[in-house]
């Protein structure tokens, strides 16, 4: 076994084990492997290490070295949101999710009105490598008291308008409990509205929620048959792009059954909690004001609707319908969402 081998089954290791960190120290001619546990950095004595190893860890694209130190940083790993990276989430949005989320505790908002979607954004948004306490609740008070108390990784709660059940939830999630809170509601701001209806305190929303993530799924466009036209007028205005922009309708072929779809696709849209948007909520400013400030520079449903539609994943009338749903926010007012989404 070569010194890359070795050191790739190593870093494999240590991701399945969710050490967030190792180290690798030259001390004389050796080289020693420390890994960060709760306690402290623990010594792996079962390796050995050569200094080969060294230059080796230094390449990888997540290792930092100063003097005779290497530290590899296994949190920041991309396969943190790996989950919504299945799913179909841009990478910009993933990457505001993982930033907001690397404290320990606080609430993931998760908001749907179809159930296949906010189930699959709930496991997604704490999906991670190795083994997991996850559990999933559905709105007894006195069994979330119990998970709390049982090191979970993440709990899934559906909320309701029961006061006393969101209260604990962002309760335990002040005290450092992941909570994944999902709620029926089309968006994020209809979510943090349900929120406030059901008189969770304006402090502790600011306070314990670290990201809102609203999805909904649209039908696929069938890649083998689409076929590439010319946008019309009122759709071009709808999408924000000029008049004769090649966008693709549906027609039908033998691999869709003659339908014209495949495999629904799932539009996001993300809202991280920054410190402007913590005072907004702490003030109880309306959504209207949240929502101004929080889709200044990420896309609203709707934005990734035209995203889609643009790309031929989705028609246009699907973006159309999505946007008009959302109260039709003029094209203008969306930040070019598709520079956002890279
Ligand atoms: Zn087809």
């Known amino acids: 076994m070569g010194d890359a081998d070795s050191l790739d089954q190593l870093v494999q290791a240590a991701v399945d084990?969710?050490?967030?960190?190792?180290?690798?120290?030259?001390?004389?001619?050796?080289?020693?492997?420390?890994?960060?546990?709760?306690?402290?950095?623990?010594?792996?004595?079962?390796?050995?290490?050569?200094?080969?190893?060294?230059?080796?860890?230094?390449?990888?694209?997540?290792?930092?070295?100063?003097?005779?130190?290497?530290?590899?940083?296994?949190?920041?790993?991309?396969?943190?949101?790996?989950?919504?990276?299945?799913?179909?989430?841009?990478?910009?949005?993933?990457?505001?999710?993982?930033?907001?989320?690397?404290?320990?505790?606080?609430?993931?908002?998760?908001?749907?009105?179809?159930?296949?979607?906010?189930?699959?954004?709930?496991?997604a948004a704490v999906h991670a490598p190795g083994e997991r306490h996850i559990v999933e609740l559905c709105g007894d008070r006195a069994d979330l008291d119990i998970a709390a108390q049982m090191d979970c990784d993440a709990i899934l709660l559906r909320g309701g308008a029961d006061r006393a059940l969101l209260a604990a939830a962002f309760d335990h999630a002040q005290r450092g409990v992941r909570i994944v809170l999902g709620i029926d509601a089309p968006d994020v701001m209809a979510a943090i509205a349900r929120l406030r209806a059901a008189r969770v305190e304006r402090h502790v929303i600011a306070f314990a929620l670290r990201v809102a993530i609203a999805a909904r799924r649209e039908q696929g466009l069938c890649s083998a048959c689409r076929r590439p036209a010319q946008a019309m007028g009122s759709e071009s205005a709808l999408l924000g792009v000029d008049p004769g922009t090649v966008i693709y309708r549906p027609v039908g072929c033998a691999a869709c059954d003659g339908t014209g779809f495949a495999e629904p696709v799932t539009l996001f849209e993300t809202v991280a909690v920054d410190p402007g948007l913590r005072r907004l909520l702490a003030e109880g400013g309306d959504v209207a004001i949240l929502a101004r400030h929080a889709f200044v520079g990420a896309p609203t449903l709707a934005g990734s609707a035209r995203v889609l539609a643009r790309e031929g994943r989705i028609t246009v009338d699907a973006a159309i319908r999505i946007a008009r749903a959302a109260g039709a926010a003029p094209v203008a007012a969306a930040a070019h969402p598709h520079l956002l989404m890279a």
């Open 17 to 123: 084990a969710g050490i967030p960190a190792v180290h690798l120290v030259r001390d004389g001619d050796g080289v020693r492997i420390l890994v960060r546990t709760v306690s402290g950095l623990a010594p792996v004595r079962s390796l050995t290490a050569t200094g080969a190893w060294l230059d080796a860890a230094q390449a990888l694209p997540n290792a930092t070295r100063r003097a005779d130190r290497v530290v590899i940083d296994l949190v920041h790993q991309e396969s943190r949101a790996g989950g919504l990276a299945e799913l179909g989430m841009p990478g910009a949005m993933r990457t505001a999710i993982e930033r907001a989320t690397l404290a320990p505790g606080g609430v993931i908002l998760v908001a749907s009105e179809d159930d296949v979607a906010l189930t699959a954004t709930m496991a």
